[in-house]
């Protein structure tokens, strides 16, 4: 089995800053995407950034510019360096990540137990 652990969300004034991380563990043989979701009240979860092995990143428009996602592969860690936080971004954020857990080609997706992050106006 693979588990994820995410750390350091919270809370934060507006236009403060905040970095998640999210470390992976378990039965991997490779991870190929990672990425970060969230889920706001009464919302459906949205993606907000995701990152390849080869470091080609995907932000949600809502995000662009004020948010950064990073990793380290040998740590199969990711991170999400989130600035100009305002109070639409409070959410429970998500980690995921795209396994494969040996020689197969065969892929399994993983999720973090989510981490609260408070943005107050």
């Known amino acids: 089995q693979v588990q994820l652990v995410e750390s350091g969300g919270g809370l934060v004034q507006a236009g403060g800053s905040l970095r998640l991380s999210c470390a992976a563990s378990?039965?991997?043989?490779?991870?190929?995407?990672m990425g970060w979701y969230r889920q706001a009240p009464g919302k459906q979860r949205e993606l907000v950034a995701t990152?390849?092995?080869?470091?080609?990143?995907n932000y949600a428009d809502s995000v662009k510019g004020r948010f950064t996602i990073s990793r380290d592969n040998a740590k199969n860690t990711v991170y999400l360096q989130m600035n100009s936080l305002i109070p639409e971004d409070t959410a429970v954020y998500y980690c995921?990540?795209?396994?494969?857990?040996?020689?197969?080609?065969?892929?399994?997706?993983?999720w973090g137990q989510g981490t609260q992050v408070t943005v107050s106006s």
């Open positions: 990152i390849t092995s080869g470091g080609i990143t």
């Open positions: 378990g039965s991997i043989f490779s991870i190929n995407a």
């Open positions: 995921n990540a795209r396994v494969r857990r040996s020689l197969s080609p065969r892929e399994y997706d993983y």
